[in-house]
């Protein structure tokens, strides 16, 4: 494991930062090359397979897993942005926060079946938010209170375009809500 810029503690986990990343009982650090993950595995959230315990109290690499430009964890999953634009999740999906088309937790990392590039991405507890290349949101996962911004409740299995949304540059998604910036606008949906 390489030397991080930052490390701090959580309620049952501790953090190193290379770039970013923690989820609510497990971490993760990605260096130039690599992904690795230690704590709670319940979900799949570590992704290192399915034989792996449960809990892993070390930093372990991800097999097979190159790391991305951006990786980011939500409540018991993981969304990777790699350097192509595409996206790779694994742990969690029983709202369909994957973004895979079905509701099976992945405990080894899967490619979101999307037919754009991605820039940005966000993850709430369980939804996320993501930018393509041209500036158009997207979201999908648990949707209960509306907070994927499709004009209703039911879950998105995949990515889907927001419509009537004008085109955003960072993006964040906190709990159960999500936050995107247009120009010098912060707008919520909750």
């Not at 372990?60 to 942005?81: H, P, T, W």
């Not at 507890?125 to 509306?146: A, C, I, K, P, R």
């Not at 409740?153 to 419509?163: A, H, M, Q, S």
Request: proline share 3%; glycine share 14%.
């Amino acid at each position: 494991l390489k030397a991080g810029i930052k490390i701090c503690a959580g309620s049952s986990h501790v953090m190193l930062l290379t770039r970013e990343g923690a989820g609510s009982h497990f971490s993760l650090a990605m260096s130039a090359d690599h992904v690795y993950s230690w704590g709670d595995n319940i979900f799949g959230q570590l992704g290192q397979g399915f034989d792996a315990p449960k809990v892993i109290s070390v930093p372990r690499e991800i097999q097979g897993l190159k790391a991305g430009i951006k990786i980011c964890a939500g409540s018991d999953r993981v969304m990777l942005l790699t350097r192509e634009g595409h996206l790779i999740a694994w742990g969690d999906n029983r709202d369909g926060q994957l973004g895979v088309g079905d509701t099976i937790n992945h405990c080894v990392p899967v490619t979101v079946k999307c037919e754009v590039s991605f820039t940005d991405i966000s993850v709430g507890n369980h939804h996320n938010l993501g930018v393509s290349s041209t500036g158009q949101l997207y979201s999908w996962g648990w949707n209960e209170d509306g907070q994927l911004g499709l004009g209703d409740c039911n879950n998105r299995y995949v990515t889907t375009v927001v419509p009537k949304c004008p085109v955003f540059d960072p993006i964040q998604s906190v709990g159960y809500s999500s936050f995107g910036l247009h120009g010098t606008t912060l707008s919520q949906s909750v």
